[in-house]
């Protein structure tokens, strides 16, 4: 199949931690010079994608911010276009606050005043966010996700906790679910992806490590999917997975060459 697009996931598949994976940024240049569109798309939240474009720049690679969706910034468009007049209790990072006020969304600092609940991944998650996300909810109409990962890889070759993670406790102490959970694997990252590539999914190929959010949303999509191992799952998963990836391979730096 002639392929116009590949959507290239970053966390355990570019790079883990602060160190590129090898290949990667081969892969990369390899993409572009078969002349396919290159779409970063990360459910880590905590950057904007001018941040990410610093990031991968300090890599070797590079990329300018319409090459880049994050589950962080996602959030913020869909606040503003559907809660631009609500009042957003936020548990999550700095950088996704930033995000979101930036967009233009109003943000609060009393829970009892919430109309919607947004959690995300922060280091500084504890008890008291526990407490106040719980009684955001007894009054807040919509409640949602940033993404659902539940761990991440990092760069010492161990998995942490996500932002899925804070979100299941959030609402397993309210007894209440997400309206919605954004970020990879949802429609609302579908839709952007390919309206950002410009091309139909069928000539769409996702990369990444993740069966949940990667393989899952191209599965969804009717993309190509391409698992690398070099992450959260490898064969065995894929083995015991409600999705089955396209493609298993080592590591970004193998897609080129699955390409010709």
Partial sequence: ????????????????????????????????????????????PTRSPAGYVERLAG?????????????GAVTAEHLADRHAGDEVFLIGSDGLRGMV?????????????????????????????????????????????TDPDLTYPDGDGREYPGSGAITRAVAGVAEREPDRVLGKPSSVMVNLVTERLGCPPQRCLVV?????????????AG???VLVRTGRHDDGDAARADVTPDHVVGSLGDVPDLLA
Avoid at 59 to 71: H, N, R
Avoid at 208 to 220: H, N, P, S, V
């Fill in 1 to 44: 199949m002639d392929y116009e697009g590949v959507v290239v996931d970053l966390d355990g598949t570019v790079y883990r931690g602060e160190r590129v994976l090898d290949g990667a940024a081969g892969a990369i240049e390899r993409f572009r010079a078969m002349g396919l569109g290159v779409l970063f798309v990360t459910n880590n």
């Fill in 208 to 220: 990444g490590d993740g069966l949940d959010t990667d393989i899952a949303m191209g599965e969804r």
């Fill in 101 to 145: 006020t930036d967009a233009g969304v109003a943000l609060t600092d009393e829970p009892d005043a919430a109309d919607v609940l947004v959690t995300s991944h922060t280091y500084d998650f504890d008890y008291r966010d526990l407490t106040e996300g719980m009684w955001a909810l007894d009054g807040a109409d919509a409640f949602y996700g």
């Fill in 223 to 225: 993309m190509t999917t």
């Fill in 59 to 71: 890599l070797g690679i590079e990329a300018d911010a319409s090459a880049v969706l994050s589950a």
